[in-house]
């Protein structure tokens, strides 16, 4: 119940009842049904593609994907890191020559869908552009989660990555998993060549800058570092995401690092 996987409902009477919440326990199910299947693969290559390939057949791929590779890193301790590394290296692609609209013959008749409306960026040209292989990054986001490091504790892989993910311009965020002819979207901010981020008024924040806010909580004096970096680099993607984390989620924190990490930003902006 705590992680989510039930949940209890309440009646006027007093009396409750308990029910599977599927979608939540979805990814761990689907995980643990197709583990076999993706260790099966008799190299790393084909193992890869198939962890992508499998996990996607489900409504949370990423999360399952991410459980599927905690589980079977309990099997072999150095499994999680070549299948980081692998996921590292697979990044987000960016299609400029895809078009800003496109017609979709559907049931209803002619269906006009605006890209805007997933998972996509714009030039300076406001011209349209498909961002694609999107999913990796959001395993590895959901992974960076929980800090990791070398046997003798160095975390300098995972800040690595938090830097790499955490730099990156555009949206990491999945669509929800609807029809075309239903799709919303969700509301996002643009700085041209800069950043896109997400409303915050949604209430939705990425799995990339979830990681940060947990390493935080379990490894601030390394966040310092990454802070220290970004300003350093003048990496606005980098910075933004971390603006999010110390000023906002961490507001009413009164914490020797949480505080330096406000005050370095606050510092930078006021420079």
Not at 144 to 159: C, N
Not at 229 to 245: D, F, H, K, Q, Y
Request: proline fraction near 6%.
């Amino acid at each position: 119940m705590e992680r989510g996987y039930i949940k209890r409902e309440y009646l006027n009477n007093g009396e409750s009842f308990i029910y599977p919440a599927l979608l939540n326990a979805m990814p761990v199910a689907a995980a643990y049904e197709i583990m076999d299947i993706v260790l099966d693969q008799s190299d790393d290559d084909e193992l890869y593609d198939s962890l992508i390939r499998y996990s996607q057949l489900f409504p949370y791929p990423d999360l399952t994907a991410a459980l599927m590779i905690s589980f079977m890193s309990e099997r072999n301790v150095f499994f999680i890191n070549r299948i980081i590394e692998r996921l590292y290296y697979d990044k987000p692609t960016i299609d400029y020559s895809a078009p800003k609209r496109v017609l979709i013959k559907m049931e209803k008749g002619i269906f006009d869908i605006d890209f805007s409306k997933l998972p996509c960026i714009e030039t300076e040209e406001d011209e349209g552009g498909l961002l694609g292989n999107t999913l990796p990054w959001l395993i590895l986001s959901d992974l960076l989660a929980t800090p990791f490091g070398t046997e003798d504790g160095d975390l300098s892989p995972w800040i690595g990555m938090i830097k790499m993910v955490g730099s990156f311009k555009n949206v990491l965020l999945r669509v929800a998993n609807i029809p075309f002819d239903r799709i919303t979207g969700f509301h996002v901010h643009s700085f041209p060549n800069k950043i896109e981020v997400v409303c915050g008024k949604m209430g939705i924040i990425e799995p990339i800058t979830y990681a940060m806010q947990i390493g935080f909580w379990k490894v601030p004096e390394h966040m310092i570092e990454i802070v220290r970096w970004a300003i350093e680099t003048e990496n606005v993607p980098l910075i933004m995401r971390l603006l999010s984390i110390s000023l906002d989620t961490f507001r009413e924190e009164d914490n020797e690092y949480i505080n330096e990490a406000r005050n370095l930003l606050k510092r930078r902006n006021s420079g």
